[in-house]
């Protein structure tokens, strides 16, 4: 498995790279990630107990890539976002996997494929999202103890989309869906994706916003150079912005019953949102008036992060932030981050409840988790 030391050598050799599945078209190897590599034969399975209870924990932010759309992708200009994630960890099917997560103390992974083809034609969306849908529910069908399905959806074409995600949702048993930050640099809480997010409202269902490649954050030229800006910066910069348009635009408004989860800790919103609120009524090209609540409140009711923050004084401080309630455990799984469960063990602010509800508890809920 990797040090510490050779990912961040990694990362800072890959300029302008975004995390997730696809980093400006180029695969994951190409753009300097490499998957850990825990085992190559199934071990002892690592199960957690809490105060002498077995807990289940759940993985919210574990990446997954269907490699049977290659065929469908192969000539068309999605090919070269695809090639390189064919094989390997992320690839759905490969057994290191599961051998991973009973190392890793995880019971289940919510796998998601990181939004990569919103460029396609209706044609292609349509082929490519029931496909990637139709592997990702059998492969939770042949694991249900061990995996939930998020959806994916094309949500270029937003009517199609909601089509997409309640078929997901009552047909193929999928559990919510996963969603990038933009979509082709057009900002998701535009008014013509209103049918996408009254679907999701209707049906009740957890969505997932992981960052893909976008022009302004992840892909800001400012961001070339040393230190793969384009991933530490680039990434969380473009959560924020999406959260803060959905709030500032009036999404959640609209559509109250929403429940949306952010990766990478929210980006630099939850920790910061306190200047949103001082912003509001004092001028500064913040406009306000319309909305209901204040921009750091949407985090206590319809907003959720995921716990990548790394260090003990950010998670309480994030903790204190958005509640435990509002807080779920994520791995960005298969990459080599130092977020194992044992990092919310020993946060010695959190109660047993805090973790359990962290860890996993929080995920049995809002993906319905019951075996």
């Known amino acids: 498995m990797p040090n510490r030391r050779d990912f961040l050598k990694n990362v800072a050799g890959a300029a302008a790279a975004t995390a997730g ?26 199960e957690l107990s809490i105060a002498g209870r077995r807990v289940k924990t759940v993985d919210a932010h574990a990446h997954c890539f269907v ?38 103390g995880i019971d289940y992974q919510a796998i998601n494929v990181n939004a990569w083809g919103y460029s396609a034609d209706r044609a292609l969306a349509r082929d490519l999202i029931k496909l990637q849908n139709e592997k990702i ?14 959806a994916t959806v094309a949500l270029q074409h937003p009517d199609l989309a909601a089509d997409q995600l309640d078929e997901a949702i009552n047909k193929l048993g999928l559990r919510g869906a996963a969603i990038g930050g933009s979509v082709e640099g057009q900002e998701i809480s535009d008014r013509k994706f209103d049918p996408f997010w009254a679907k999701a409202e209707q049906l009740g269902v957890l969505l997932f916003m992981h960052p893909q490649g976008a022009p302004g ?13 384009g991933n530490t910066i680039g990434n969380p910069l473009e959560t924020t912005v999406f959260l803060s348009h959905l709030i500032f635009e009036g999404t959640l408004d609209r559509f109250p019953g929403l429940k949306i989860c ?12 306190g200047r949103s609120d001082a912003l509001c009524g004092r001028g500064g090209g913040a406009d306000c008036k319309a909305l209901k609540k204040k921009p750091s409140e949407y985090f206590r009711e319809q907003l959720y992060i ?11 401080h994030l903790v204190a932030e958005v509640g ?37 508890g929080n995920l049995v809920k809002l993906l319905r988790i019951t075996s």
Not at 21 to 45: D, M, N, T, W
Not at 262 to 273: D, E, K, Q, R, W
């Open 217 to 229: 954050t992840t892909q800001n030229p400012r961001l070339q150079g040393r230190g793969g800006l």
């Open 21 to 46: 599945v696809f980093i400006g078209g180029r695969g994951l190897v190409e753009a300097g990630f490499h998957s850990p590599q825990i085992g190559v034969a199934r071990g002892k399975r690592r």
């Open 67 to 104: 490699p049977e759309v290659w065929d469908l992708v192969k000539d068309t200009p999605l090919a070269a976002a695809a090639k390189n994630n064919l094989t390997g960890n992320i690839a759905l099917g490969n057994p290191q996997r599961l051998i991973d997560m009973d190392a890793q």
């Open 306 to 316: 995921d716990s990548m923050i790394f260090r003990e004084e950010g998670l309480r």
């Open 262 to 273: 952010s990766a990478h800790a929210g980006g630099y919103l939850p920790s910061y949102s």
């Open 137 to 150: 529910s059998q492969w939770c069908a042949k694991h249900p103890d061990r995996f939930v399905g998020m």
């Open 324 to 360: 435990v309630g509002h807080m779920v455990y994520g791995t960005d799984y298969p990459f080599d981050w130092p977020i194992g469960i044992d990092f919310i063990l020993n946060a010695p602010f959190l109660s047993n409840a805090d973790k359990e509800a962290i860890l996993g």
